[in-house]
Every structure is written in C-alpha cells, then in structure tokens.
C-alpha cells in the first residue's frame, strides 16, 4: 500500500514555483518610459490573434507536415515575436537575440511583421489568409516612420530566427522504426498496427535545454515489481473501453483531454492573458516561455521515450503471461477506451506538456486562477478548474482513464515537464 501511495502522489506533483521564479511574474504594467509611444503597452491582442491562426493551421488537415510536431511551429513563432518586441522596449532579455531599433520604432508593428513572416515560412500555402490579417493588424497601427521601423525590426528577426532553426534536425527522414527483443519493449499496436511517426525527434537540437536528455527521467520499473502490477492493473481497469469500474465522469475525462495537448494548453493560455489584460510585451514573453518550453518537453519526452522504448498498455495487457510477474492476469482481447498514441508509453506525452504548461501559466499569473477548458473532442463540453495545477493532474489521469498510460508514465511526465519549464524560466528573467 505504501508504495502504491508513493506512485499515486507523482500524478499530483505540486507544480510549485519557488522564490527565484516567482520573482519572474510579470506585471502587465511593465513597460519601458518610451512603452507609450511605441506601443508595447498596448493591448497583446496582436500576439493571441497570431496564436489563434497557427492553432487553426495546425488544426487544418494536411497543413501541417506530418513528420514535423508542431511544438516547433510555436516556438518559433512566439520566439520571433517576443525577441522582435524586446529589440525595441529593451526592458528584458531577448530570448537569442535583438536587432538594432530606433526609439521611436513600433513595438506592435514589430511583432505583427515577425507573427505573420515567421508563418509565412512556415506554412507557404496558406500565404494569402496570412497576409490579409497582417494587412489589418497594420490598419490599426498609425502611420509612420516608427510603424515603418517597427516592421523592418519584426522582418528581421523573423529572418534570422528562421535561418538559426534551418538546420535543427526536424527536416531529417524519420528512422524506421525497429522493435526490440525484450518483453517490455513497445511493438506497433492495434487495432491498424501503425508505425511511429517522431522516431527521431529526440535528436532534433532544443531551443533552449542544453540536451534533449537533460531531465530524462530514470528507467521505469522493472515488470516483475509490485509497483508495475498495481500499475498495470489500474490501467486495465479504468481504461478498458468496457469498463465497470470507470466513472461516468471519468470517461469523459478521458474523452475530453483526447486532442492535441499543446493545443489545448495555448487555448488556456489565451484566456489568462485576455482576463489579466496583460500588454504586448507581456503576452509576448508569456507565449514565448510556454511554447519553447513545450518544444523542449517535446524533444525531451521524445528523447526518453526511444530510450527506454517501454510498450503501450494494451501490449501489456494483452501479452501479460511474458512479463514474468504473476500479480499481472492477461487478457488478449483487452482493448482501451481509446486508439492508443503512435509512440512507447514513458514517459507520458500529456502530463509532460500540462505539467510544463502549469509550471508557466503559474509563474505568470499564480496557480489559483479562474479557468476554462474546452475540448476539440468533445465540443459544448466545458470543465472549470481554480488553479493550473488542477488542470495538469486532470489532463495527466485523463490517459489512464483513455486506457493509454500507467500511472508511471504519468508520474514520469509530470516531473519532466515542471523541470524543463523551471529551466526555460529563469531565461526571461526581469531586469
């Protein structure tokens, strides 16, 4: 029982953000003496609509290329926004760099310019949509020299961030995917038997961790071990498709948190900085903090997960007599609430990025807050939380509830999440 309690409190890890970073919240009144001439104190709306249309991007079937994640669309985004921003309010420290700036330049021409040529770039096809919602971002913005300036500075670092993530590695041909020979080791899985797709995302160069391995978590425990049983056996339980022992809210937990995890966390991260009114330059280095650190949780959970290559449940469940452990009673016809993730199980995807997510939304704005969440899976669904620590744990036993993670991977993630998050932070500091 002691051990079980044990591995239950990692879902639960207390996301909490310690002096130094709490020293990092960032008033939405802060602002250089210049701020009101050059419209960083000003509304960051600029930088949620940009947000919003490369969430409707990545929402667009086949707009996004399949083998790139789009953790890296983000980051480099809201990068190019935030460092665009800063070159000219000087009031923090650019995430890698800033490009000279006339006082007089326009901060929100600046980021407006940056949102809409990094996309641009990105995603070529969808130029004309682009161009139009730069073209009336611009309409609101006076004319004059310092919009003029201010657009120069944001097509700057567009085009430099753009050329410093050219060669990062996401434009490798991912490796087959070959499956190991021990017990525990992830084989493809049903019901289309699909091969992984990331295989190599591990290697693609971080956007502000020093490797992609830095905070890889230890090795899962072993099959034979009272810990996996009782994990296992959870998962068997809540997660089947047919489960008695599920709830009725869980399953729509489980339904609910099924879409694309970034996704939903940028979603959330929209509605804080619109009901804490935060200005451009807030907003700015908010998304900027959150999305390089999903990027960076992404290549990390991708590193540990090749690692350590750990099978999916419903492999375990279904090939239980090979994993050596009697407290574990197979069952080959065991099939999850949902399609299980194309990728090994540890650590888990969900409560790495919502642990991230939480650790930054935090920082920013305190963990008890008023929010919101919507789901793409299950539209007019809408579940109320009052902290983001609240929103991570959900989001993390979702996929025990979908049949797709042990708590171990959960656990797993949770700590990997909030320890990359506390990493990305302190490079924003305030001056």
């Known amino acids: 029982m002691k051990k079980k309690l044990i591995l239950a409190s990692s879902i639960g890890v207390v996301l909490v953000i310690g002096a130094v970073v709490a020293t990092l919240v960032l008033s939405p009144l802060l602002t250089s003496g210049n701020a009101a001439a050059n419209g960083a104190s000003g509304s960051g709306a600029i930088v949620i609509d940009w947000n919003k249309e490369l969430l409707h991007i990545v929402q667009t079937p086949g707009a996004q290329p399949a083998t790139v994640h789009p953790t890296r669309s983000y980051a480099i985004l809201h990068a190019a926004i935030y460092d665009a921003v800063v070159s000219i309010t000087q009031d923090a420290p650019p995430y890698l760099f800033s490009v000279p700036a006339q006082r007089s330049a326009r901060a929100d021409a600046a980021a407006a310019v940056a949102g809409h040529d990094t996309l641009v770039a990105l995603y070529p096809k969808m130029k004309a949509a682009l161009d139009q919602q730069l073209t009336s971002e611009l309409a609101t913005i006076p004319d004059g020299a310092g919009k003029q300036q201010g657009m120069q500075v944001g097509q700057a670092v567009a085009t430099r961030l753009l050329a410093m993530r050219a060669n990062d590695g996401s434009a490798a041909t991912p490796q087959p995917f070959v499956p190991g020979n021990q017990p525990d080791n992830y084989r493809l899985t049903p019901p289309k038997f699909v091969a992984p797709v990331f295989t190599n995302w591990?290697?693609?160069?971080?956007?502000?961790?020093?490797?992609?391995?830095?905070?890889?978590?230890?090795?899962?425990?072993?099959?034979?071990?009272?810990?996996?049983?009782?994990?296992?056996?959870?998962?068997?339980?809540?997660?089947?498709?047919t489960s008695t022992t599920r709830t009725a809210d869980q399953t729509v937990?489980?339904?609910?948190?099924?879409?694309?995890?970034?996704?939903?966390?940028?979603?959330?991260?929209?509605?804080?900085?619109?009901?804490?009114?935060?200005?451009?330059?807030?907003?700015?280095?908010?998304?900027?903090?959150?999305?390089?650190?999903?990027?960076?949780?992404?290549?990390?959970?991708?590193?540990?997960?090749?690692?350590?290559?750990?099978?999916?449940?419903?492999?375990?469940?279904?090939?239980?007599?090979?994993?050596?452990?009697?407290?574990?009673?197979?069952d080959p016809n065991w099939t999850?609430?949902?399609?299980?993730?194309?990728?090994?199980?540890?650590?888990?995807?969900?409560?790495?990025?919502?642990?991230?997510?939480?650790t930054v939304l935090s920082a920013f704005f305190g963990n008890q807050d008023q929010i919101r969440v919507t789901s793409d899976v299950l539209p007019g669904v809408i579940r109320t939380f009052t902290s983001y620590n609240d929103v991570a744990t959900e989001a993390g036993l979702s996929r025990i509830y979908a049949g797709q993670h042990t708590r171990i991977d959960v656990g797993a993630g949770s700590e990997l999440g909030q320890a990359v998050a506390q990493f990305v932070l302190p490079h924003f500091s305030v001056k």
């Open 202 to 241: 591990g290697n693609v160069t971080p956007f502000v961790l020093n490797n992609a391995a830095q905070f890889r978590p230890g090795p899962p425990p072993a099959l034979t071990s009272q810990v996996y049983a009782q994990a296992l056996n959870e998962v068997k339980s809540l997660g089947q498709n």
């Open 253 to 330: 937990i489980g339904k609910f948190w099924a879409g694309p995890i970034w996704n939903t966390w940028n979603e959330i991260a929209e509605n804080a900085a619109l009901a804490h009114h935060t200005n451009l330059e807030t907003t700015a280095r908010m998304f900027a903090v959150l999305n390089l650190s999903f990027a960076d949780s992404t290549i990390a959970f991708y590193d540990a997960k090749y690692h350590y290559q750990l099978w999916r449940p419903v492999t375990a469940i279904r090939e239980a007599n090979t994993a050596g452990n009697p407290a574990i009673v197979g």
């Open 336 to 358: 999850p609430l949902a399609v299980t993730a194309l990728d090994p199980s540890y650590p888990a995807a969900h409560s790495t990025i919502s642990a991230a997510g939480a």
